[in-house]
């Protein structure tokens, strides 16, 4: 009977500091791939290249070689005059060329910039280097979306952190009075380990030793939640997956495994040390 409850109770413990971190652990995946996620977005972020209006689609396919070869650019993409026709007919209605004796739409490369490259200053370097080229007429981007990436990129950073910080407290807790409750049903052996002059460091000992391994334990349970959630997000949300780096998800495991185990410990060393100084009329509230 006895046995059933200690197992049911370091079941129950298991259940609730695996659940708590398990929020760790998606909150630090998060926060570790937020530069992932930064880089995401802006290489994906396209500059436009147009052309002079007289450079025909093999004279800017020259070129695209020539773009292809620059260290800042990831990836270009030749749109011919005729596509471009055909988007913005798509946009404009089919007769919109019916207004012009000639066609306006003009042959470009849209290109793609590393990351470290997406920003107001480097963009402006960029934009000169490739309008160096006399068959160049114009580099064009959003300046505004540029900005809005840096920005809310910052404050999500920002807030993640905070989260992170919230959590871990929140965390530390939960998981305080979980220790509490498993120690506090033996603070009568604690008590009579005191009486027979067993020091504070003998008594804690096998504590810290059980509350570790505990942490430990729900951390590894934590984990593997944690790999099933991603397991989800990768069949049902593909490309959302390809976001995050499988070296920070071990980093994300990582903090799960420290922060369960070091939570657990610190806990667990400051019931035991209250649990010892009290007397033994204390030991019935």
């Not at 305080?176 to 033996?186: D, E, G, H, I, P």
């Not at 951390?219 to 989800?232: D, P, Q, R, T």
């Not at 990582?254 to 060393?269: D, E, K, L």
Request: with cysteine.
């Amino acid at each position: 009977m006895i046995r059933r409850r200690l197992a049911n109770a370091y079941l129950s413990s298991v259940v609730s500091i695996s659940l708590v971190l398990l929020l760790v652990g998606v909150a630090s995946l998060l926060l570790v791939n937020t530069d992932s996620v930064s880089d995401y977005f802006k290489e994906n972020m396209k500059v436009s290249v147009l052309m002079m209006p007289e450079v025909s689609d093999q004279q800017a396919m020259d070129y695209q070689a020539v773009l292809d070869s620059m260290p800042f650019i990831r990836g270009t993409e030749f749109i011919s005059r005729a596509r471009g026709e055909e988007e913005m007919a798509q946009m404009l209605g089919k007769d919109f060329l019916s207004v012009f004796e000639t066609s306006p739409i003009p042959v470009s490369v849209d290109v793609t910039l590393d990351a470290a490259y997406v920003s107001e200053d480097s963009l402006q370097v960029v934009s000169r280097t490739i309008a160096a080229s006399p068959l160049v007429d114009e580099v064009v981007y959003q300046k505004s979306l540029v900005d809005a990436l840096s920005t809310n990129l910052a404050r999500i950073s920002l807030v993640l952190g905070v989260f992170i910080a919230l959590l871990l407290f929140i965390s530390f807790v939960l998981i305080s009075n979980t220790m509490r409750l498993n120690v506090y049903a033996r603070r009568f052996t604690i008590h009579t380990m005191k009486l027979v002059g067993a020091t504070r460091s003998f008594i804690r000992g096998p504590f810290l030793v059980n509350s570790a391994l505990l942490g430990l334990f729900s951390a590894l349970v934590a984990i593997l939640m944690l790999v099933g959630l991603l397991y989800v997000l990768r069949s049902q949300f593909s490309q959302l997956f390809e976001l995050f780096r499988l070296d920070l998800l071990l980093v994300a495991m990582g903090i799960v495994v420290v922060s369960g185990v070091v939570i657990c410990v610190v806990s667990t060393y400051f019931v035991v040390g209250h649990l010892i100084r009290l007397d033994k009329s204390e030991l019935y509230y």
